[in-house]
């Protein structure tokens, strides 16, 4: 069965400074997608960014960036320069195949930007 | 352009009452979603519609049935709301070509007595 792993509930990091989110999963099946939403206290899931498990190069969108470890079964988030308003939960996700509709989510990671 | 909108944004039941979730996106996705989150839990898939005129089971579908209405709208509906149904509601859609994007609705709580 599918399975996504957060292990950190909550995370500091000092405003400018990078941080990485760790994410795990499970999976039998060689092709599938991962991602990361992030939602902030105002409660809307915002998409950051994706990787296929087909994908060479780890993907990147601005100051996001997912290492992607195909071996370890691992897909971390690094944001870089953290800002304020990048506090919020984070989550990761994978779906079944490249096709697929069905997304499980992990328990999230709640990170706080100090200033 | 609103997106992606759910109605209402807060409902509360009591327990063996019924009530629809709406929702409704404006960007010609064809693919549409309901999930629901528990505190301390990331998104649950409760039903998705691939399609206009397809419907499928996701992670948690008991207590709940789905309507796709048209392209534009998909509903949630419970029949016999029950506690453990509290949650927060979120409604998504999709490209058919880029599955990876979902977009969000801004979400329903859902209190059930």
């Known amino acids: 069965a599918q399975k996504i792993t957060q292990t950190q509930p909550g995370m500091f990091v000092q405003e400018k400074e990078a941080v990485t989110l760790d994410c795990t999963y499970d999976t039998s099946d060689p092709s599938y997608g991962l991602f990361w939403y992030k939602q902030p206290s105002s409660g809307e899931m915002i998409f950051l960014i994706y990787?296929?498990?087909?994908?060479?190069q780890n993907a990147t969108e601005g100051r996001y960036s997912l290492n992607f470890q195909k071996a370890r079964k691992s897909a971390n988030l690094v944001i870089s320069a953290s800002q304020l308003g990048d506090s919020a939960m984070y989550f990761c996700?994978?779906?079944?195949?490249?096709?697929?509709?069905?997304?499980?989510f992990g328990a999230g990671t709640r990170l706080f930007v100090k200033a | 352009n609103a997106g992606v909108t759910q109605t209402p944004k807060f409902q509360v039941l009591k327990t063996g009452q019924s009530m629809t979730l709406q929702c409704a996106q404006d960007m010609n996705h064809n693919s549409m979603y309901w999930y629901r989150q528990d505190p301390g839990m990331g998104l649950r898939l409760i039903y998705y519609s691939a399609s206009e005129g397809t419907t499928d089971k996701g992670e948690v579908p008991n207590g709940y049935n789905v309507s796709r209405l048209n392209k534009r709208e998909f509903s949630l509906r419970l029949e016999s709301a029950a506690p453990s149904q509290t949650s927060v509601y979120f409604c998504?859609?999709?490209?058919?070509?880029?599955?990876?994007?979902?977009?969000f609705g801004p979400g329903t709580r859902l209190l059930v007595l």
């Open positions: 990787q296929g498990s087909y994908d060479q």
């Open positions: 996700a994978m779906r079944e195949g490249t096709g697929g509709f069905k997304t499980i």
């Open positions: 998504a859609s999709s490209p058919w070509d880029h599955r990876e994007t979902q977009y």
